[in-house]
């Protein structure tokens, strides 16, 4: 069946833009995850939703950073007057019940912002 | 929180050579320890996990152990093929909740054939 799916797949932006990313999970997952993955790192943990409320939001860098779930199924994460330093691939990621699950990865983004 | 760290953080073998890569974890109360291949522009894809019920799991060529007692679980590759070239991850979770997961820095290896 269909995976995570992440678009755009790669987004140059300029310093102090706005962006949004989306997020379609594995269908009937009800748990989505965002990380961020910086250049030779690990994927770092931003956000959790179980349906449509944020479970964990204790990853977000800063008030710039905002993820919304309205329906339980897609997300989007928005960010606010971006920053060079926000430059990195945003992996999505979704598990069928919940937290106790297997966490199954998107194929990512990558912000680029000038 | 959780801090994991895993070594090495790169890793060349031969072609049916086996390969080991070990992380170590802060939180005793972490259950559940994944391990993940991330291929060049694709996103982490899981290979097998291991929660605190069993030492040992294995899946064909591959196998994780775990030592809760020290606080390390370790990933083993056999009869490595070149395909098997990626880098590694493992991870695990802050206490019982597995919503957020903590990764290791991450081990390149390489499979030369």
């Known amino acids: 069946g269909a995976g995570v799916s992440q678009t755009p797949s790669n987004k140059v932006t300029e310093k102090g833009k706005y962006v949004e990313l989306r997020c379609d999970p594995i269908s009937g997952h009800t748990a989505l995850y965002w990380y961020r993955q910086s250049l030779g790192q690990g994927p770092e943990f931003l956000i959790y939703f179980q349906g449509t409320g944020a479970a964990d939001d204790s990853g977000l860098p800063n008030d710039r950073f905002f993820a919304v779930r309205p329906e339980g199924s897609v997300s989007t994460l928005k960010i606010q007057r971006t920053e060079r330093g926000d430059s990195a691939v945003y992996l999505c990621?979704?598990?069928?019940?919940?937290?106790?699950?297997?966490?199954?990865f998107g194929p990512g983004t990558r912000l680029t912002v000038l | 929180g959780e801090n994991v760290e895993q070594h090495p953080s790169t890793l060349s073998v031969q072609e049916g050579d086996s390969a080991v890569i070990k992380c170590t974890y802060s939180?005793?109360?972490?259950?559940?320890f994944p391990w993940y291949k991330q291929e060049l522009g694709k996103g982490p894809q899981l290979i097998i996990d291991i929660r605190s019920n069993v030492g040992e799991k294995k899946d064909q060529r591959i196998a994780v152990t775990l030592n809760k007692t020290a606080k390390h679980f370790s990933l083993h590759i056999t009869e490595t093929q070149p395909e098997d070239s990626a880098v590694y991850f493992c991870?695990?979770?802050?206490?019982?909740?597995?919503?957020?997961?903590?990764f290791g820095q991450g081990t390149i290896l390489t499979v030369h054939p």
């Open positions: 991870a695990a979770p802050g206490g019982t909740s597995y919503g957020k997961l903590t």
């Open positions: 939180d005793s109360a972490s259950n559940y």
């Open positions: 990621a979704s598990s069928l019940r919940g937290a106790s699950d297997t966490q199954y």
